[in-house]
Nanobody, 115 residues
Framework: QVQLVESGGGLVQPGGSLRLSCAASGRLLSIYNMFWYRQAPGKQRELVASITSSGSTNYADSVKGRFTISRDNAKNTVSLQMNMLKPEDTAVYYC?????????WGQGTQVTVAS
C-alpha cells in the first residue's frame, strides 16, 4: 500500500503563486509516475501535470508556462509550483501515483484564487 499526503493549498490573489507538495510513503517501487489532477466544483477531474521517474514532464495546455512539476526521488516527493494563478485555477488538487498497474490518490488540497 502507498500513502500520499498533499500540502500547500490555500487562498491566493490572482497573479499570485502557490507551491503544492505531495509526500509518498509505503510500498514504493523504483519506477513510478506521479501526477497532479484538479477538480473544480461541478466539473470533472482533469489532469494538470505529470512527471515520470526519469523526469519527463507534461502539462495541460491551460497551465503551460505557469505551472512546473518536479520531483525528488530520494525523498519520494512531487511538487507543483503554480505561478500567475487565475480564478479558473480554483479547484481541489490531487496527487496521484501510478506504479505497475496500481494507482493511489492523496486526499486533495484546496486552492482558491480570488481577490
Amino acid at each position: 500500500q502507498v500513502q500520499l499526503v498533499e500540502s500547500g493549498g490555500g487562498l491566493v490573489q490572482p497573479g499570485g503563486s502557490l507551491r503544492l507538495s505531495c509526500a509518498a510513503s509505503g510500498r514504493l517501487l523504483s519506477i513510478y509516475n506521479m501526477f497532479w489532477y484538479r477538480q473544480a466544483p461541478g466539473k470533472q477531474r482533469e489532469l494538470v501535470a505529470s512527471i515520470t521517474s526519469s523526469g519527463s514532464t507534461n502539462y495541460a495546455d491551460s497551465v503551460k508556462g505557469r505551472f512546473t512539476i518536479s520531483r525528488d526521488n530520494a525523498k519520494n516527493t512531487v511538487s507543483l509550483q503554480m505561478n500567475m494563478l487565475k480564478p479558473e485555477d480554483t479547484a481541489v488538487y490531487y496527487c496521484n501515483l501510478v506504479q505497475v498497474l496500481a494507482a493511489y490518490w492523496g486526499q486533495g488540497t484546496q486552492v482558491t484564487v480570488a481577490s
